[in-house]
């Protein structure tokens, strides 16, 4: 199994891992990298600034459901192929929060769902992320990969 550096995240510390690790409780937060060939999909989220469409799961949706139902509020991105890629354990203090990470492709760019969230979507290549992402570290550069490296397994085994 790869390993991942442990990151942090304002004071929260941040640990990445790997599928076929499942979160022990149920996620929080579920995030997606949406991806359109060689480019990701990208939001600009209001106090956050450019980021991969996240957000909290809601009482009766799993986070596969929080995904798609975030790229589309977020992106405006219909979402193909959603995979299940690792979690993240996120911890402050003595608290410790789940948040289950998926990679897809871009099936289709609609109107973005939720404008009063979402100042807009870009789809930039892995080279213009870290000019651009709101929290460009080594663990997150490593995250990317790893979800592209993902698709890519899939789209060989096809």
């Not at 193909?80 to 354990?89: L, M, N």
Request: aromatic fraction near 10%; include cysteine; charged fraction near 30%.
């Amino acid at each position: 199994m790869k390993n991942f550096p442990p990151g942090t995240y304002g004071r929260q510390r941040l640990q990445f891992f790997p599928a076929p690790f499942r979160a022990p409780l149920r996620a929080f937060v579920g995030l997606v990298f949406p991806w359109d060939g060689e480019k990701v999909l990208v939001c600009d989220i209001e106090g956050r600034g450019w980021c991969i469409p996240s957000g909290r799961v809601e009482p009766m949706e799993s986070s596969l459901e929080a995904v798609r139902r975030e790229a589309l509020e977020e992106g405006g991105a219909v979402l193909k192929d959603v995979q299940y890629i690792g979690c993240y354990r996120i911890s402050e203090r003595r608290e410790i929060r789940w948040a289950d990470c998926y990679v897809a492709r871009v099936a289709s760019l609609v109107e973005i769902g939720m404008q009063e969230e979402s100042k807009g979507r870009q789809l930039v290549t892995m080279d213009e992320l870290p000019a651009i992402y709101h929290l460009w570290t080594p663990l997150t550069k490593l995250v990317f990969e790893h979800s592209r490296e993902v698709l890519k397994r899939g789209e060989r085994a096809c």
